[in-house]
């Protein structure tokens, strides 16, 4: 069963077409720090079985810079943007995840770049970033990257060019405060009761990212 979509352009068609239309459409997924993409593997079992392609790009989060894996990640859009059975990529990134996403797409924006949807994403950093960053940082440099002081890498970061992308945020996030998740520019913003963890794994998160996906506004 596929989830409904708000898209005009989706809604007269049966569900064997929509599958077909999606299945023209990639979805990169990019988890947060210290996770793999074991995080993100429920997210890309729902999207492939409503019809879509995944890459579940999975990166050594701890290690090396933000910018660093933003550049791994744009080399990866650009492998994949020339691939004649895809019209559109989007982006579904997670945390951290979502740092890395706008820091690639700012080094190389794909000319077929669909939507993005960012879960819980500390677009003006993370408070607890900022207080474990000096305990970590010799083996973690990209936990002071994401704190929210107003100099570090993410506040330093340009605000996403020409990109539809909306957020979703955790209600019961210890790690990002809900005001740091909004970004100016996003289309559209949501709350989903979850931990900041387990967001990836939320259903009612995996359809609003369908939802996004489809028609570029989350579910009332």
Request: a positive charge.
């Amino acid at each position: 069963m596929f989830f409904a979509s708000d898209n005009p352009e989706l809604k007269h068609l049966s569900i064997a077409d929509r599958e077909s239309a999606r299945g023209r459409e990639l979805v990169v997924l990019v988890h947060g720090l210290s996770a793999k993409r074991l995080v993100m593997w429920p997210l890309a079992r729902y999207l492939v079985r409503v019809g879509f392609q995944v890459n579940n790009w999975g990166y050594r989060s701890t290690t090396r810079s933000i910018d660093w894996h933003a550049s791994k990640l744009t080399a990866i859009l650009r492998d994949v943007e020339f691939r004649n059975d895809i019209e559109r990529i989007h982006v579904v990134a997670h945390s951290m995840g979502c740092i890395v996403s706008r820091a690639a797409i700012e080094k190389g924006r794909p000319s077929r770049l669909g939507r993005i949807v960012m879960l819980a994403p500390p677009n003006h950093g993370s408070h607890a970033a900022r207080i474990i960053a000096p305990a970590v940082n010799w083996f973690c440099p990209t936990m002071k990257e994401l704190g929210d002081h107003p100099d570090s890498y993410v506040n330093s970061l340009p605000l996403p060019d020409r990109c539809e992308f909306g957020v979703i945020a955790a209600s019961l996030d210890r790690v990002i405060r809900q005001t740091s998740t909004h970004l100016d520019g996003e289309a559209d913003f949501t709350v989903v009761f979850s931990m900041h963890g387990v967001l990836p794994w939320h259903r009612k998160a995996q359809k609003q990212t369908v939802s996004f996906l489809e028609s570029g506004r989350f579910v009332a």
